[in-house]
T-cell receptor
Framework: IAGITQAPTSQILAAGRRMTLRCTQD?????MYWYRQDLGLGLRLIHY???????GKGEVPDGYSVSRANTDDFPLTLASAVPSQTSVYFC?????????????FGPGTRLTVL | GQNIDQPTEMTATEGAIVQINCTYQ??????LFWYQQHAGEAPTFLSY??LDGLEEKGRFSSFLSRSKGYSYLLLKELQMKDSASYLC??????????WGAGTKLIIKP
C-alpha cells in the first residue's frame, strides 16, 4: 500500500511556465488537500476537496488551480509560475473533513521557480 | 485573525524530558493535532486532543486546555531519533487545519 504519492519529487521551472503537480492516494479518502511549506511559516492551505467533484479555496489560492475528477487524484496546477511560488508542496488526505480525522501526507514536491 | 504560536527551537538532552508549548487563537475549535516532521520529510501524525486533559501514547503525551487556548506535547526518555520539528495544528470552524510554524527540537547526547 503506497498511501499518498506525489510527482515529481523536485522540479526547477522557468517563470511563466505552466506546471502540474500530481497527487494520488489509494486509501479511498474523501478529503484531499494541497499545502505549501516555507521556511519560518506554518503549512498553508492552498486548495482542498471534501469529496470527489468538489473543490474549495484555502488560505493562499491565488495562482493555483485544482481539480478532483475522481477519489484518488488531486492535481495542482500553476498556470504561470512566479518565483514566489518556490516552495515545498505537500498533498494530504483524510477520511473526511470532520474533526479528529488525521491527515496523511505525501512525500512532497520541492519546486524552484527561477 | 487566526494564530498559532510555538517556540521556534528547543534543545534537550538524550534521556531527558521536554515540553513543547502551543497557544492558539482561532475562529472556532475542532480539535488540536500534533505532528512530527523530520528534516526533508513529510509530517506524520502524533496526537489529537478535543477535550481538556492529557492524552498519553507511549513516550509522548499531549495536553489541552480549551479555556486557555493552550496545549503542550511532552516527550519522555528522549532519543536521538526524536530530533525533528513538531507542528501544532488547530481545526477551525470549517474543520480546516491552521498550522503553527513548528518547533525544531535538537537532542544532544
Amino acid at each position: 500500500i503506497a498511501g499518498i504519492t506525489q510527482a515529481p519529487t523536485s522540479q526547477i521551472l522557468a517563470a511563466g511556465r505552466r506546471m502540474t503537480l500530481r497527487c494520488t492516494q489509494d486509501m479511498r479518502h474523501n478529503a484531499m488537500y494541497w499545502y505549501r511549506q516555507d521556511l519560518g511559516l506554518g503549512l498553508r492551505l492552498i486548495h482542498y476537496s471534501n469529496t470527489a467533484g468538489t473543490t474549495g479555496k484555502g488560505e493562499v489560492p491565488d495562482g493555483y488551480s485544482v481539480s478532483r475528477a475522481n477519489t484518488d487524484d488531486f492535481p495542482l496546477t500553476l498556470a504561470s509560475a512566479v518565483p514566489s511560488q518556490t516552495s515545498v508542496y505537500f498533498c494530504a488526505s483524510s477520511e473526511s473533513v470532520a474533526g479528529g480525522n488525521e491527515q496523511f501526507f505525501g512525500p512532497g514536491t520541492r519546486l524552484t521557480v527561477l | 485573525g487566526q494564530n498559532i504560536d510555538q517556540p521556534t527551537e528547543m534543545t534537550a538532552t538524550e534521556g531527558a524530558i521536554v515540553q513543547i508549548n502551543c497557544t492558539y487563537q482561532t475562529s472556532g475549535f475542532n480539535g488540536l493535532f500534533w505532528y512530527q516532521q523530520h528534516a526533508g520529510e513529510a509530517p506524520t501524525f502524533l496526537s489529537y486532543n478535543v477535550l481538556d486533559g492529557l492524552e498519553e501514547k507511549g513516550r509522548f503525551s499531549s495536553f489541552l486546555s480549551r479555556s486557555k487556548g493552550y496545549s503542550y506535547l511532552l516527550l519522555k526518555e528522549l532519543q536521538m531519533k526524536d530530533s525533528a520539528s513538531y507542528l501544532c495544528a488547530v481545526g477551525d470552524s470549517n474543520y480546516q487545519l491552521i498550522w503553527g510554524a513548528g518547533t525544531k527540537l535538537i537532542i544532544k547526547p
